[in-house]
């Protein structure tokens, strides 16, 4: 019997390639031993992610995406929700895919459907904020809203990475823009004023690579977070950009730790986002790490990059 295939094509995501490949994905899908179904996300006529993963999940051996990381929130998250155990496919058409370049997903699609027919599963760590689930990261401040708001072709144009910096050297006023916030982790307490903050499971977050996140595993059950108090001046807040940039955490404006799971209370309300998603504005924040909670069935020409970067071999069995 053939494998079934459940393909969401989100044609808004980056350059709208998702759309000249469509006959591609089925093709290859198909050859390599699936039946496809495929279904385009069109929020405006009810077709989100969630609402096709709730309806249609039984029916599948995997479900698979084509999009960006915002795409692949939704899914994700719905699969997290609904408390499934498939496996997942990405495709990644958006502007940067972030998290693509954490796995080593490489672009070119045939590749990555081989990946999606094979039998290679990597499981690795979500997060859960409060009822929600994210991919890979969740962070708040005056500039990770640029992330939600900026419209797709400024998107296309900088790309996430480029645009998140481009608002920390371009926004002075972002020094005025700062939350209070007060966190518990691992019986300890910290509070302060924070421009910016990041709470993730990747190698990079928005451009920025600390000594931190380089030497992240994505599925060691930890987050990796950073946190960069609100400095007093111009002077220091280039400072900060250059700390960032260079890859070093010798900074007395920015904190980095790891941690399982952060009671995070927000008086200002910060307005958050999760994976470049809206993730609203929470005066109080539970977020935990969900060891291995979801599986992604990756191409052969990543396996080695994996196994180098989390110490240990890849979980392989036969979908059946």
């Not at 007060?182 to 990079?204: A, M, Q």
């Not at 609100?230 to 904190?255: C, F, H, M, Q």
Request: net charge negative; glycine share 10%; with cysteine.
């Amino acid at each position: 019997m053939r494998r079934k295939v459940l393909l969401l094509l989100n044609s808004a995501a980056g350059t709208g390639s998702a759309r000249g490949m469509v006959f591609d994905l089925v093709k290859y899908l198909t050859l390599g031993g699936f039946e496809v179904t495929a279904y385009p996300i069109l929020p405006e006529n009810g077709l989100t992610s969630e609402a096709i993963i709730r309806a249609k999940h039984r029916d599948y051996d995997v479900i698979a995406c084509c999009g960006g990381d915002g795409t692949l929130n939704h899914v994700v998250s719905s699969i997290a929700s609904l408390g499934l155990d498939i496996p997942i496919g990405y495709i990644p058409s958006g502007s940067t895919n972030d998290f693509a370049r954490s796995l080593g997903i490489p672009a070119d699609p045939e590749a990555n459907c081989r990946g999606i027919c094979g039998n290679n599963i990597f499981a690795y760590d979500i997060g859960r904020f409060n009822d929600r689930y994210f991919n890979y990261v969740a962070a708040f401040g005056a500039f990770t809203r640029v992330s939600y708001s900026t419209g797709q072709s400024i998107k296309n144009v900088l790309g996430y990475g480029a645009y998140l910096l481009n608002g920390i050297l371009s926004l002075p006023e972002s020094m005025s823009m700062h939350s209070h916030l007060i966190l518990e982790h691992d019986g300890g307490r910290e509070e302060g004023e924070y421009v910016f903050g990041s709470i993730s499971n990747t190698t990079s977050v928005g451009g920025m690579k600390s000594a931190l996140i380089r030497k992240a595993s994505l599925n060691d059950g930890l987050f990796e977070v950073i946190l960069i108090s609100a400095p007093d001046s111009i002077r220091e807040l280039g400072e900060i950009v250059t700390t960032l940039t260079s890859g070093s955490v010798d900074n007395k404006y920015v904190r980095v730790f790891r941690t399982r799971s952060l009671l995070i209370k927000s008086p200002d309300k910060a307005a958050w986002t999760l994976d470049g998603e809206y993730g609203g504005t929470p005066e109080e924040i539970h977020m935990e790490v969900c060891p291995a909670r979801m599986k992604i069935l990756l191409p052969e020409e990543v396996e080695e990059t994996m196994e180098e970067q989390n110490g240990q071999a890849r979980d392989k069995k036969v979908l059946g």
